[in-house]
């Protein structure tokens, strides 16, 4: 496709689409610029502080969700209240379950957070419409079942500090959809407090913060104001998650 056909159809994308990092890499990247205008008809943008209930187990759901900034918590709950995190959702991840009426999880948002939101009806006629998008849902929902079961391996074979490792290297690897071209170091909130974490990889709070430190001692990671994470070298720590150290 020649430069000057480019830059028409570019003109052609809503303005609030084109200015959307999220959009490049999410699902509204496979969408041509007459989908985009009938999504954006539709769409709005809200944002969330840390802490905030998205959507309840059980809640019907009458709308989907593009995460264009901020990590989303999800968790199941027992019958007897007990709660446990069972993913993490990060930009430009696509929230909500397709052609589900209803949620099985809770959705929190673990930093502060920013939706961009559309109907379910609008999004699930866009699919039955489009291959493209269709796919890219698709390939979504094979990433989330490849991560489910590393998550599998983390949990039931590693050591501790090999978990706590692999969750650090989670958050780093998602800071920025453009990692691969990002070459210096990696800086980062953790987007859960130190119970969280614990309850997330079964450990006590006591040990994830002696790993942490372990960690940092080893000069894997450097932590500043107990909670903003930088990593100098991804590869170093990817390296911790199956070597403990």
Known sequence: MDT???????????????SCEARHGGICGVLSPDQLKKLNRYTKQ????????????GEEAH??????????????????????????????DFMGRLFREESDVIADAATDV?????????????????PELEHKLHEQALKELDEA??????????????????????????????????????????????????????LTIETVSRQITKLRKAGVIQIENNRTVIVPDLERLEAACETDR
Not at 46 to 57: F, I, K
Not at 70 to 88: H, P
Not at 149 to 169: D, H, I, N, P
């Open 46 to 57: 809200y944002s969330y502080e840390s802490g905030n209930e998205l959507l309840s187990a």
């Open 114 to 130: 920013t939706l961009c939101t559309f109907p379910r009806n609008v999004i699930e006629e866009l699919v039955r419409e489009s």
């Open 63 to 92: 709308r989907y969700s593009n995460i264009l900034r901020g990590v989303v918590k999800l968790s199941k709950l027992l019958a007897d209240g007990r709660q446990q995190i069972v993913g993490l959702q990060f930009a430009p």
């Open 149 to 202: 079961r590393e998550w599998m391996l983390t949990l039931g074979r590693k050591t501790a500090g090999e978990k706590v490792a692999s969750f650090l290297y989670l958050i780093a690897a998602n800071v920025d959809p453009e990692l691969a071209d990002h070459d210096g170091p990696i800086r980062f909130e953790l987007p859960l407090k130190r119970s969280d974490i614990a309850d997330f990889l079964g």
């Open 4 to 18: 000057a056909r480019k830059n028409e159809q570019s003109s052609e994308i809503p303005a609030i689409c084109r």
